[in-house]
Structures are given as C-alpha cells and as structure tokens.
C-alpha cells in the first residue's frame, strides 16, 4: 500500500509500517515466551549437554550413588 493508495502521507505510511514491524516482534517474543513447554525441553537438553561435557560430573555422581548404596546395605544388614 503505497501513500496514494490510502490518501496518507509518506511519513505516516512508513511510520505505520515500522509500528506494524515492531508489534509482529513483539507478538513473537510473547509467544516465544509463553511456549513453556518448548522452553523446559531447550533447558534440559543445554543441562543435559553442560553435564555431557563434563565428566568429572558423572564420575562425581557415580560415587555419591554408589556411597549411597552401599550405606543402605549397611544400615540393612546392623537391624537384621
């Protein structure tokens, strides 16, 4: 639509058209951010991807495991 078009100016025209750019951004981000599920799986997969690369993290996590188990049967094995 061009200024003749619509009996309007070139500045209000071109004014019109920055509004209507700025407001489909807007519109997006919202959506963007109301996408909650879709944000809960991008999070977990950059913290599944963080601990991926770090393997002390896991070697870290296979001892706590591993310490818990083995207290567990200890605890088990005074009561009997």
Do not use: H
């Amino acid at each position: 639509m061009t200024a003749s078009d619509n009996g309007g100016r070139p500045e209000d025209v071109a004014d019109i058209e920055r509004q209507r750019a700025e407001l489909a951004a807007t519109v997006g981000e919202l959506t963007d951010r109301l996408d909650v599920p879709t944000r809960v799986k991008q999070s977990a997969a950059e913290r599944a991807e963080v601990v991926r690369n770090r393997p002390d993290l896991i070697a870290a996590a296979g001892g706590v495991l591993a310490a818990v188990i083995v207290l567990v049967i200890v605890r088990r094995r005074r009561r009997t």
